[in-house]
């Protein structure tokens, strides 16, 4: 097992803490005897690493996005096809446990057919903007979890796209030419809906909700909370509030991540998340990004 | 006290159960010992009662929607504008204590300035598609009461709407032109933005929930519930159901909505709800209707 | 219709309210056009205005207990047997829905049988030291309700009773010889278990809850709330308090046990709670005391 | 580090999982390269291999309880105080998140004086009656659990016990003279109350709760759930059950737990269970057996 980081120390420190070495990633990829690779490194290295990984045989679970450019995450797809390798985005929110067993429900169809869906996604606190201006924009850098989260429970994607957005959080945010607070509304060839909401900032945590209604119920996944104490006062009733932010909530979702790749390099199992996917939400992400610019519906088979 | 039906065995009844008198409605608006009256008629008949009952110089409590024609409604305002008496439309749910609860939070700054609302409306079983037919359509008939409640909270009308509709509960109601699964979104002058969820279906019950998330925290009216009893077996944890239509869930609100009227009447108090505010949702369905046909947003001003 | 009170401006300002009229007792009871009576006197005058009652040919809903003193009430009860008349002592609580859904979900057999019940039951604050002094003690005053509670759900009295009591609420309350705080524990010929817990303060509200382990599962009947917004913000995840108090909380409750009694009257349904079970909690809170002052459990038989 | 099992292919597997070596507990006893010892050993070799391990100079965490004779538990206690090393009871709920955020709540004062303390603690299934025969009884085998939440919450021990136990949930466990369901109210040299609910059976999984009623306000300790999800049908609204067992719900207990001894150790910090609480607690299950044979209350100064 190795490490690289561009900051040798800090790769040097990993290295010790688990016991592997240090070296440049170069030298990993040149390594017959690693067989994978985790990319964890700035989105404009991502398809790059991506190739070059796969190039040299090694299975490759990389961040999301593939690309801020919707075109290279295409032409990074088409390089790598020949290879036939495992590639997998690293859409963790698919393996929350919460969101898992949803999807379970659903497909064991305990509330009918699938109608309208709806995501809800807020991050505690926002970036600072100078992080906002190089993020390729909300759509891109944070609804694009919540487009692969509803792509995973619709089992498709969407066929329009409608996106509404301000910046109410931060004017600095919309003086960077980005929103904060966004309503993104597809629909789907069969009459589906889906409706997701995005803000950069709620102030008691990391809001994280995914509620579909199907034609025999509906089906909620709900926020972990940091504690299950209650205190009654005169003020009220007070419980704890949600985990603060994806390191606390998605602990338990990203070991599930990693264990399904190890399990798909190892026992050929199918990957849960593939490039393909990683592609196609970066799709939405622009008609989405579009849409909030021109103010009209954007047909995911324009982009 | 007087009741009018144009079934008369019903009038009777009611006028038994009651203790007051069976009479015609032109008796009743002929009557000058009568200060007000309560219009439950159909929708195609509210403008000629309003207009007649104000002329005779009552206050009037009239269910919504004013009418289906936003221009006859808004003839209506205009003609009985010169009498200036107390006409109060029937959007009960601003009198539910838990929506009335969260708008006093709301204006009390407990959670900083509003950003983003979302309001969750969805009935326990469509009607019948004769109903719909003469219903003037989902927005008008359903969403109606959604975009007072949104008027109600944000203070304001929206600046722009943007529709999406699908028949997915009943094709009939599709062909009779009408959508039964619907999201609106709507953008205000200030950036806030509110999302209307609606279904002709949930067939857990009746299911009025409204969130709203503010600079300083998140406030939720949840649903009320049928009783508190919860049952934990094998198969899980088992609470009940939301109580099960408007009849049940809204039978405070109606309480509330009679008081406040009789208050303005016997006191002068002001209307919480008056026919302007009638008329300004009827121009918000008129463009959520347009919105949804074309796939385009609407802007208010336009219609 | 007729209503007495001692103090007669009161009698005169409910009959006005409720368009009848302000009588004596004695006149009321000597009305042999009056079907029934609804006795809410002071404790000491129960017993025999149940009997003068009763004697006249009246059906009788009588506010609990029946007597401080368990010999009397027994008297009472031998008194009237001859008059073969509905006489229900107030266990409202057993109207309650939420507790009355619990107990029609126990025989339903949803959790199959019964095996330890713990009934929750604080007041959110203490009366007067004065009340407390004549009121009986709180396992005759309070708990009382509780102990119906118990008969209600288990289906018959218990074996022993061992109750723990202490002031620490207020140690003027343990000066008047009565306890504040309690416990009491109840053991059924079968091995079930029945745990009563009691305060006179939870600074909250009303925290009154019933939840009973079955060989199957668990039912729970909780708090009713103030209403259902919740608030989260940087302080944690806050919703409405308990409804204050029994005129709040048990107002359903109320209602119900009316209807039942005037159905028991009218068309000779059964009573769902008779004299009987007045005097057989009577008889629990007279052990409950007893054992609270040694420190020893008590035999129901005992007492 | 090394592993010894009286099995020894189960020390093989172990020590080969965990990197170390398997060797007999005389070796390691013996090994003045080891510091400390975990035993989770059958409880009739715990108080001997405290003695032997702290003799040798280790530091200890050993598993609850000390030893079913409080007598030999006593002696143990004086047995190696002399050596001043850390020895630590496996009370691990103590470090259960919600637990012990329940505690900082109180200790902050958050509501204010504590009074009445109530614990529920249900197992999902009874063990069977062989181990029943050997465990020493419910309250020494499974309430001790709760009598150490009760001194843990309470800051010290009861004055009295009083016990009330039946064979509900099997009356092979009444055969074997255990009880399956019980009862325990402790009474405090203050005032304090504190009910302890056990049973063998909770058909829906672990229910662990703890809740806490002060002079301004109730606390709550909930169960932690399987997940978040919650399904809304035509049959009721339904989450998930409880995690299923000690191994789910307490693992981050038994994390913090282990990290308090090593940091004890490494560190010397103070011990936040010691043998003396372990020998605490049992004197409490000693006189809780008493108790439900006797039906008497008992004092914790005369065991």
Redesign the interface.
Known sequence: MAISDHIAANAEKLAAQYGCTARTTEEIIADPQIDAVLIATSTDTHSELIEAATAAGKAVLCEKPVDLSLERARSCKTNIAVYGLPVMIGFNRRFD??FS??KT?LDAG??G?A??L?I?S?DPAPPPVAYIKVSGGLFRDMMIHDFDMANFIMGEAPM?I?A??????DPEIGAAGDVD???V?M?YAD???C?I?N?R?????Y?QRVEL?G???????????E????????????????TYFFLERYMPAHAAEWAAIVDAINNGTTLPVSLDDGVAVLAIAEAATLSAKT???VLLADV
Chains 1, 2, 3, 4 share one sequence.
Do not use: C, H, W
């Not at 900032?201 to 945590?205: D, F, K, Q, T």
């Not at 509906?218 to 926020?223: D, K, S, T």
């Not at 504690?227 to 949600?242: E, H, I, L, Y």
């Open positions: 446990p919460n067993a949803l429900a305990e509330i057919k109608e309208l709806s809800t807020f329009s409608m509404a957005g301000s910046s109410s959080v607070t966004a309503d509304t629909t009459g589906r809906i409706v909401k803000s900032r709620a102030v008691y945590g809001d209604l034609s025999e119920g509906l089906l909620q996944a709900q926020n972990t909370l504690n299950t104490v209650v205190k009654s006062t005169t003020a009220g009733v007070t419980g704890a509030k949600p103010g009209r519906p």
